[in-house]
């Protein structure tokens, strides 16, 4: 990057002044990821310290049966494939009751478009689960799903949202984003929930007092002016309504085999590489730059990786969710020893090793617990790493 514009960036970030598209595509544009990192890590701190939130939360997915067949998708099944599956109520109780030792503050839901389920079952999960687990927040449904709610239902969002919320729903999740810009959505989402759609469900829910995150699949065949983008249009909803808690940058998984039937799933995956780690960095600092009005960034550490989640913390993420239990919608498609499950003491220690201050919050990021500062590296040093073994 041209040291003039270097310098202009520079000053602007430190100024605390919005930057512009131009900027953004100019950060992506530049390889001095220390520069990068530094900027986004002066952001970063500024905002919230030397504080790394993180949760304790499961992850359920009631049914993988989906309508819509998504091209980077590997989790969907269409009815009567021999791995399709869709719980019974009982079932995803049963799963969500598996981890109260655990002390799960927040149960993560999202699920394929399937075609035959009735709406009313949506709710009824809800309701189940909030009677056996009353102090887990249900953070449910993307925009896609609730779009979809309404096409099976014939009801309006705003009808959902509210019978939802009376079931026990605290938040939306962030998915379904992907990427907003039509060039590429084309050819990636084969459902009918784009930016219009997207962005008036959470409108909606953010006008009913939810919070919600926000989300983006980078690293396909996306190029970095289309992330600018992306950011640029959260931002500005952003601005009108406050209700975006968290940005989190998804990075798009090859398929992997499924052990079952042996069947790639993923329809991109022959003209598309994954984002390496210095590209998955720059994409945290140049998010966390852009967003000056979300308050968090977060590394969903089961798409990147526990080093890169690691390294994250110096590039704008103090946000680390979470303490995932059974993780399918990309996991399945990871071959690259990222770990299933990690429990509370292992996010500890991967937040303390990496000199930060671990707090655990919850859906709303109130805090939950405040834990010690790190200690020093030369006192860690003879201390091994649980985490990596
Ligand atoms: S991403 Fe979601 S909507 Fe698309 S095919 Fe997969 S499960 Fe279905």
């Given at each position: 990057m041209d040291v003039g514009l270097k310098r202009e960036i520079e000053a602007k970030v430190y100024a605390g002044e919005r930057l512009s598209r131009a900027d953004g595509e100019a950060l992506y544009a530049c390889d001095d990821l220390a520069w990068l990192g530094r900027l986004a890590h002066h952001k970063r701190t500024e905002r919230n310290g030397e504080r790394v939130m993180f949760n304790v939360n499961r992850h359920l997915n009631l049914t993988n049966v989906c309508s819509a067949s998504c091209a980077y998708c590997s989790f969907q099944r269409k009815p009567g494939e021999k791995s399709a599956y869709t719980m019974r109520v009982e079932e995803a109780v049963a799963k969500a009751l598996e981890m109260r030792d655990e002390q799960l503050t927040e149960l993560h839901i999202v699920n394929g478009l399937h075609p035959t389920l009735p709406w009313k079952y949506y709710p009824r999960v809800l309701r189940e689960l909030k009677a056996?687990?009353?102090?887990?927040?249900?953070?449910?449904f993307t925009a896609t799903e609730i779009q979809w709610f309404e096409k099976i239902s014939g009801l309006p969002a705003d009808e959902i949202l509210d019978e939802l919320m009376d079931a026990g729903l605290s938040s939306l999740t962030g998915g379904g984003a992907e990427i907003f810009d039509w060039e590429i959505r084309q050819h990636i989402v084969d459902h009918a929930c784009h930016w219009e759609d997207w962005s008036r469900i959470h409108r909606l829910a953010h006008s009913k007092g939810m919070k919600t995150p926000s989300t983006m699949l980078y690293?396909?065949?996306?190029?970095?002016?289309?992330?600018?983008?992306?950011?640029?249009?959260?931002?500005?909803?952003q601005d009108e309504t406050g209700g975006f808690q968290v940005f989190i940058?998804?990075?798009?998984?090859?398929?992997?085999?499924?052990?079952?039937?042996?069947?790639?799933?993923?329809?991109?995956?022959?003209?598309?590489t994954m984002a390496a780690p210095a590209e998955s960095l720059k994409t945290f600092a140049v998010s966390r730059l852009m967003f000056d009005n979300v308050p968090h960034v977060k590394c969903f550490w089961v798409m990147h990786g526990l080093s890169v989640a690691q390294l994250s913390l110096n590039f704008g993420v103090d946000d680390l969710d979470g303490s995932v239990v059974e993780?399918?919608?990309?996991?399945?498609?990871?071959?690259?020893?990222?770990?299933?499950?990690?429990?509370?003491?292992?996010?500890?220690?991967?937040?303390?090793?990496?000199?930060?201050?671990?707090v655990e919050r919850n859906t709303l990021y109130q805090v939950v617990r405040e834990y010690d500062q790190p200690t020093s590296i030369a006192e860690r040093r003879a201390v091994p790493q649980d985490v990596w073994s």
């Open positions: 056996a687990l009353p102090e887990v927040s249900l953070k449910c690293g396909h065949i996306e190029e970095p002016r289309h992330r600018v983008d992306h950011v640029i249009r959260l931002r500005e909803l940058p998804l990075r798009y998984q090859h398929d992997f085999v499924d052990a079952a039937d042996g069947i790639v799933r993923n329809r991109i995956q022959a003209r598309t993780y399918k919608i990309t996991h399945d498609a990871d071959s690259y020893g990222t770990p299933n499950t990690m429990h509370r003491d292992d996010l500890l220690h991967l937040i303390w090793d990496a000199g930060f201050q671990p």
